[in-house]
């Protein structure tokens, strides 16, 4: 077994040692990255037009495996990190060991405030999120958003796996856009794949992923908020099942303002 390579060192939080035209350099990529079929060459083109840390969030899903695979096979910079909310189906974190060992390489991972979480639960009840969509928003706030912004801070770049097909929400998403919001350009070098698209890709490269996507779980967030799919659901309605709202995200897509765990 490969032994896995030093843990990446995220850029202090607080620095920002490159300055960049962020909206230009993000309009440039989005042509860019279109006109390159292949993922290896749209993740060295962002290494060659981004100054500075690149974060990839991964949640360990299909598409994210697929990105991962890619940046460890070409050995490429970028600060490769995940969340773990506490609340992770076993197989996601067997996934999580056997793409380190597959890969010789660490996935950074980062934690929810432990105090936000009690103040949240003692608020709440332990599975208080399912009687509220505003108590479920402010669980993935707290375990998901703000540990997602701690860990960006200071990158010039964030690169995530949302492809197009997705949801409908998510039919537009461009190859690069500037977040003004976190101040870095946003990157989602897969976002033309289609479903067979990605899977080819996991096939031909022998690129470990969830065991649960075997079982009906096209889309897998925390254990309690997912179920499997039924046939001719949308892939992603086994998240958070019990609400009607059409476009559900968790927020780490649609960046809202955070709101405090005892608001």
């Not at 060459?41 to 500075?52: D, E, F, K, V």
């Not at 706030?141 to 860990?151: C, E, H, M, Y």
């Not at 001719?232 to 709202?245: K, V």
């Amino acid at each position: 077994m490969t032994r896995p390579s030093a843990i990446p060192q995220p850029a202090a939080a607080a620095s920002q040692p490159f300055s960049f035209d962020g909206p230009a350099v993000a309009a440039a990529l989005d042509v860019a990255l279109a006109a390159e079929p292949c993922l290896g060459a749209r993740l060295r083109s962002i290494t060659n037009h981004i100054p500075g840390r690149v974060a990839f969030s991964t949640s360990l899903g299909i598409e994210d495996q697929a990105v991962f695979a890619a940046i460890a096979t070409a050995d490429l910079p970028f600060d490769v990190f995940t969340l773990d909310t506490g609340r992770h189906f076993p197989e996601t974190l067997e996934t999580l060991e056997a793409t380190e060992a597959r890969y010789g390489r660490r996935i950074r991972i980062t934690f929810p405030v432990a105090a936000e979480v009690e103040a949240l639960v003692a608020r709440d009840g332990i599975m208080g999120f399912r009687n509220a969509i505003e108590n479920r928003k402010a669980c993935c706030d707290i375990r998901k958003v703000r540990p997602l912004n701690t860990a960006l801070a200071g990158a010039n770049g964030w690169i995530t796996g949302l492809r197009r097909d997705q949801s409908a929400g998510r039919a537009h998403v461009p190859f690069a856009e500037w977040d003004a919001a976190q101040g870095l350009i946003k990157l989602n070098p897969i976002a033309d794949w289609s479903l067979a698209t990605l899977e080819a890709y996991i096939k031909d490269n022998a690129v470990p992923i969830n065991a649960l996507h075997r079982q009906g779980f096209p889309s897998i967030g925390c254990q309690p908020c997912t179920r499997a799919i039924r046939p001719g659901e949308d892939i992603r309605a086994g998240r958070w099942w019990w609400e009607n709202e059409d476009g559900k995200e968790c927020g780490l897509h649609n960046r809202p303002k955070h709101k405090d765990a005892d608001a």
